[in-house]
Each structure stands twice: as C-alpha cells, then as structure tokens.
C-alpha cells in the first residue's frame, strides 16, 4: 500500500476543511497508509512537506486552498513525492482544474485513493513558487485589501466586496516589463500556467500545466470603465477580443519598473520590489488527479 501524509490546517476555509476531515481520511485510507498531521501555519506545513519528502513518501494530500497547495508544491517539487490537492479553502482553484469536486472534500478524496500521478510545470516568482499565476493590477490589489477574518467567516463575498471597494479607488499605475528580453508597459499583467482563474473563469483557454511553457496576458485598459469591461468580458469568455489586451506565450516576464508593486501569486498578495523574474521552474511537480 502506499504511503502518505495529510496535511491539514484546521483555521482554513472558513473551517469546512476541518469537519471533513474524519471522512477524508476515511476515504484516503482505502488507499494509502496514512498519516494525518494538523498544521500550525505556512512555515510548519512547509517542514512538514519537506520531512515527508525526506522520508520518501509517494504523496502529500493537502486539505486546504489554493494558498496550501502552493505551501506544500514549494516543498515537493522536484521530488518523487506527489501532491494530493484536497478542496478545503476558501478558493480552490487548482483542484477544480485537476477535475476535482471543489465543493466536496470527501468526494475529491474518494477520487484520489487511487489515482495516479502525473507530472506538472512550476513556475518561479523569485525565489518562490507558484502552481497557477502571478499577475500584478487591479485584481492582485483586490486580494491585498481582503480582510483574512472576513474571508474566513463569508468566503468569496468578502472577495468580491474589496473588489468593489478596490475598483473604486484603482488609479491604474503603469508597469514595467521586459518579456523574454523585450521591453513593455502595461496596467495589468497575468502570468499563467493554468487556463483557470479566480475560480470559474477562463483567463487564458488553451493554457496547459504539462505544456512547459507560460502564458502572459497584457491588460493596457487605463480607465475603470475599461477594468469593469474587461471584467464582464472576462466572464463570457470574450476577453482576448479587446483592443487593450495582448496575449503571449513566454518563457521570462521581469518586473524591472517602476518602483514596489503588489502583486498576488495563486491568491496570496505580496508586494515585489523590482527587478523580480517570473519564469517556468525546472522542477517540476507530480500531482495526483483523476483520470481525465
Ligand atoms: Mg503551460
């Protein structure tokens, strides 16, 4: 039988995760032997990650969102360890995309007991990692200005009301970047390894996590009429046909300007201080997932 570990945080998503837990291990343990493991915050659950790839474990399960995953694919990529992703936060989008039931713990786990790993790309934000995207603009600030204990009690309207409150305020400052060795401005920038985003919505449709290459979109809207169009368009799948939106496939996106920038990685908001490289890892990460 194989051998896991499951990482849980029991203050994460508004704490759904945590009453699934007996059930999730329940399903888990048809195939794997397991051990489970609450985690105390971002740093413990990456020493956790990390023992378990010392101890050559075939998985990590993590049951939280998007922010854990991203935690734990830090510690595992590169490694033989694969990473078991457990829809239990607020957002989790990477699980969706993996063909996950986002909405159900227990059913996800049921469908991982005994599935296989396949093989994902990394990206690298400087010295971190990331699984889905970077981007920098109005939706990195949107993440940034929601209050965490919000977001834990009301989920996804808690998102949605500090983009109103974002929005309103957005002055669209200009960044500067060079993308594979060219130079650019743009008031919004995506980086992405994954065609979802922010969870329904399709940023880039032909984007592929297995495909070794990145997508960067380039938003150049400068008005907030502009930022609610693209928003709206976004929605019907009908973006990439703005004047103000360019798409391309790239392998390096540096930050180089102007000045200190909030950006966001996989949902997580931090504040880069030009220059910052953003570009596919070598590493790369196994991840489990249901035959699609
Ligand atoms: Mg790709």
Not at 37 to 54: F, K, N, S
Not at 135 to 158: F, H, I, N, T
Not at 207 to 235: I, N, P, S, T, Y
């Amino acid at each position: 039988m194989r051998h896991a570990a499951l990482l849980f945080n029991p203050r994460a998503g508004r704490r759904r995760g945590a009453h699934a837990l007996e059930q999730v291990t329940a399903q888990l343990a048809r195939g794997f032997r397991l051990e489970v493991l609450p985690t105390r915050g971002p740093e413990h659950c990456r020493e956790l990650a990390l023992r378990a790839v010392a101890e050559r474990l075939d998985a990590v399960f993590a049951l939280g969102g998007d922010g854990t995953l991203r935690v734990v694919a830090g510690a595992l990529a590169g490694s033989q360890t694969a990473l078991g992703p457990l829809p239990g936060g607020t957002t989790n989008v990477l699980a969706g995309a993996f063909g996950l039931p986002v909405g159900d713990p227990a059913a996800a786990a049921r469908a991982l007991a005994h599935a296989e790993a396949r093989e994902m790309d990394v990206g690298r934000c400087g010295d971190d990692v990331f699984l889905m995207q970077v981007s920098g603009g109005l939706d990195a600030r949107v993440m940034a200005e929601v209050d965490p204990r919000w977001k834990r009690r009301v989920g996804k309207l808690a998102v949605a009301a500090a983009g109103l409150a974002a929005w309103a305020r957005y002055e669209f400052p200009l960044f500067e970047l060079e993308v594979d060795g060219a130079p650019t401005v743009a008031t919004g920038f995506v980086v992405t390894n994954l065609a979802e985003y922010a969870g329904a919505y399709r940023i880039v449709p032909q984007a592929r996590a297995d495909d070794r290459q990145l997508e960067l979109l380039l938003f150049r809207g400068r008005r907030r009429r502009d930022a609610l169009a693209f928003a709206l368009a976004l929605a019907r799948g009908r973006h990439l046909a703005r004047a103000d939106v360019e798409l391309r496939a790239v392998e390096r996106v540096t930050l180089i300007g102007p000045g200190a920038a909030q950006l966001q990685a996989d949902g997580d908001p931090f504040v880069a201080d030009p220059p910052l490289e953003i570009r596919l890892s070598s590493r790369r990460l196994r991840v489990l997932a249901p035959a699609s």
